[in-house]
Every structure is written in structure tokens, then in C-alpha cells.
């Protein structure tokens, strides 16, 4: 497929948006951009801070206009939106692409829009080629390939899958932006509005149409965990990622097996003690706002999977992130994913449809970001 442009970035003013921007400025060099939003002076006033090349192209398509965002998507090899919340502002642009056959990836961990999309668009997406990939930041591609990781470094070791992983967050340091608040604001509108959404996001396979597996663990318990070696508590995004990799495990065909078991805790130093770091909010709860550049830079997070066999064998493996996990991580892990998407990942291996981050570029992907966007991937002993 031949586009005009490799990747556009659609939300280039907001606040991440120009964090993508800015990597792609620094280490786009092969990668033909532009970039998009509701506002040209807005626009050109980004581009001109961040030092990107005088002649970037800039789009104005604003998220309600259906003929901008199809115009827009006929243009690009893969659209990557920072534009949230996607449930009041990514109806009209997942289906451009979809109609299109272009890729798209974003950063929502709006799972009640995600199971809308799937919903709404996998059958088009199929038609037209168009790979969706939901979820292209923290939320939720350090958890979903952490557990891919571990699941292929258990079967290396044990010839065969693992049965149950459990995901642990080990430390961790970052802000909140504005951006995250609202999206956070958006669902619990839309929960009062439609009562079902709540069990939607209570449903650990809310993503996986037409199947559901075994019970899943508790994850709004403290407890002391005896195979992770320390006392866990509820993480704030658990919700999130585990309905993604049980998406991941149910696209693959179920290699992890249809009685799968995934969960994500913080990791605690007793019953009462708080999780590792977290997150901070900063005070700031306007869309377009976020962690300083200083905040980002001291940032981190480190993250342990447990692959475990019902004969007590387990296998440890961290994943880990050098800049603040929401932004200055982020930003680095989605351009990747997009560039992933149209460099790494042939449309004869991956055909059209709605797709996670490591059912799509799973393999592609655990070799691009160490080496490219600051996450590392290891075996434990």
C-alpha cells in the first residue's frame, strides 16, 4: 500500500501528541509524517517548538468532520491518534480507517469503546486490510508483551505454555496528565448513562466475543501472595490490561490455552503499606496538561511476570521502562508500534481486523523497543 505519508499524528497539539511528534523529529529520520488536529495556528505553533522541518505537513480534520478524517486516512499508511477521549472523540476516525484500510494505533484504555470498535469495525477492517491496534502505550504494551514474553522464555525452558502468569507491578514513578483524568471522567459518565458498561469493565473477557474463560483472580484484594514473595494490592490498571491479554491469548488461537488465568497487582511490603510509588496527579486536570520534561526524565517503572505450572514450576521475567510510564515512556512505545505496524509486520502476516499490540507485532515488537524506545525485557533467576 502506497500513501502519501507513513504516519500521521492525529492530536499533534494535545499533550501527548507532541510528545509523538517531537520523538518522531528526533528519531523519525526514514519515517514521512505529518501532523493533525482541529487547528492549523495550533498546529504550526507546535511544529515550530519542537523544531520539526518547516515544510511538515499539516492536516486540520476535526473529529466530528467525516470528510477531513476520510481524506486524511486515505493519505496515511497507519493514523496514530493521541485524541481522547477516544469514547467522545475516535468514533469517526477508527471508522475513516477502517473504510480505508489504514492502519491506526492509539492510547486508549477505554475498554467499553474498545469493545464497541471491535464490535462496530472488525468486520469492515477485515474487508478493507485495515490493522486496528488498540492500546499502543502503557496501557497496555509493557503488560501485554510482558506476558508474551515470559509465556515464550517458559516454553523454551519448559516446552510447553504456561497455564497462569501473574503480572506485578514492582515500582513504578509518574504523572497523570489532564488527558488521563478525562477519559477517566468520560466512563464513569457513560457507566451513568448505561448501567451495563459497569459489568463490561468488571468482565475480564468483555473483549473477547464469544468466549469466556475460567474465573479469574480477585484483583481488588490485598493479600499475601506467596509465589510472587511479597504482600500485593490492587493496581489501577489491572481492569485494563488483563481483558487486553486475554484479547492477545484469544486472537492467537489460545496458545496460552482456553483455561488461561492472568492478574496484575502492586507489589506491597505488608498488609497496610502502599504500593510502590504509583502515580501522582500533580494537580493537574486539564486536558493538554502533564509531567514536566524533568518529571518524565525521572521516571520509571519495572514490572515482574510470573509464568507458573500447576507442578509448582515457575519462570520469572521483568520488564522495565526508563521515562515516566503515561508520557515519556509512552510516546516512545506508540511511534514505535506505528512504525512497527507498517516496516515490521507484513500484511501477509497480519491481515485486517482489530488487533492488541502483541497479537500484531508481538515478535516485532520485543525486538524494536529495547532497542529503539527504552524498555528492556529479561529472564530473571
Not at 505553533?45 to 511538515?56: M, N, P, Q, S, V
Not at 508483551?145 to 497455564?163: D, I, M, Q, S, W
Request: aromatic share 8%; net charge negative.
Amino acid at each position: 500500500m502506497t500513501r502519501e505519508f507513513d504516519i500521521v499524528v492525529y492530536g499533534a497539539s494535545g499533550y501527548t501528541g507532541r510528545l509523538v511528534a517531537e520523538y518522531l523529529v528526533a528519531h523519525g529520520e526514514d519515517v514521512k509524517w505529518a501532523m493533525a488536529g482541529r487547528s492549523a495556528a495550533k498546529l504550526a505553533e507546535i511544529r515550530d517548538l519542537i523544531g520539526a522541518k518547516a515544510d511538515t505537513t499539516l492536516i486540520v480534520a476535526d473529529a466530528d468532520d467525516d470528510a477531513a478524517l476520510a481524506s486524511m486516512a486515505q493519505r496515511a499508511a497507519v493514523v496514530l491518534t493521541t485524541a481522547g477521549p477516544y469514547q467522545l472523540y475516535g468514533d469517526k476516525l477508527v471508522a475513516a480507517c477502517a473504510r480505508a484500510g489504514t492502519d491506526y494505533v492509539d492510547l486508549t484504555g477505554e475498554s467499553n469503546w474498545i469493545a464497541k470498535m471491535i464490535a462496530e469495525h472488525e468486520a469492515v477492517a477485515k474487508q478493507s486490510g485495515a490493522r486496528l491496534v488498540f492500546s499502543c502505550g502503557f496501557d497496555s504494551v509493557p503488560f501485554d508483551l510482558g506476558v508474551l514474553f515470559v509465556e515464550n522464555e517458559a516454553r523454551k525452558t519448559f516446552g510447553a505454555y504456561a497455564p497462569r502468569v501473574r503480572g506485578r507491578v514492582r515500582a513504578i514513578n509518574g504523572g497523570l496528565s489532564g488527558g488521563t483524568m478525562a477519559s477517566g471522567t468520560a466512563t464513569a459518565a457513560a457507566m451513568q448513562k448505561d448501567p451495563s458498561i459497569g459489568a463490561l469493565l468488571a468482565n475480564p473477557f468483555a473483549l473477547t466475543p464469544g468466549f469466556t474463560g475460567p474465573a479469574q483472580p480477585d484483583l481488588t484484594a490485598t493479600y499475601e501472595d506467596s509465589v510472587t514473595g511479597s504482600w500485593v494490592s490492587p493496581f489501577m490498571m489491572s481492569a485494563i490490561n488483563t481483558k487486553a491479554v486475554h484479547r492477545s491469548n484469544f486472537l492467537l488461537g489460545h496458545a496460552w490455552g482456553k483455561d488461561f488465568v492472568y492478574d496484575e497487582m502492586s507489589m506491597a511490603s505488608g498488609p497496610g503499606a502502599a504500593p510502590p510509588a504509583g502515580f501522582s496527579f500533580g494537580g493537574r486536570l486539564k486536558p493538554g496538561e502533564g509531567p514536566t520534561r524533568e518529571e518524565r526524565d525521572a521516571g520509571f517503572y519495572d514490572l515482574l511476570f510470573i509464568a507458573e505450572y500447576p507442578d509448582g514450576r515457575t519462570l520469572r521475567a521483568s520488564v522495565k521502562g526508563d521515562r515516566d510510564p503515561g508520557y515519556g515512556s509512552t510516546s516512545k512505545i506508540i511511534a514505535e508500534c506505528a512504525i512497527c505496524l507498517i516496516r515490521d509486520t507484513p500484511r501477509e502476516q497480519v491481515a485486517g481486523g482489530c488487533w492488541t499490540p502483541a497479537s500484531a507485532m508481538g515478535e516485532a515488537l520485543l525486538r524494536r523497543l529495547p532497542a529503539r524506545a527504552g524498555l528492556s525485557f529479561a529472564v530473571e533467576g
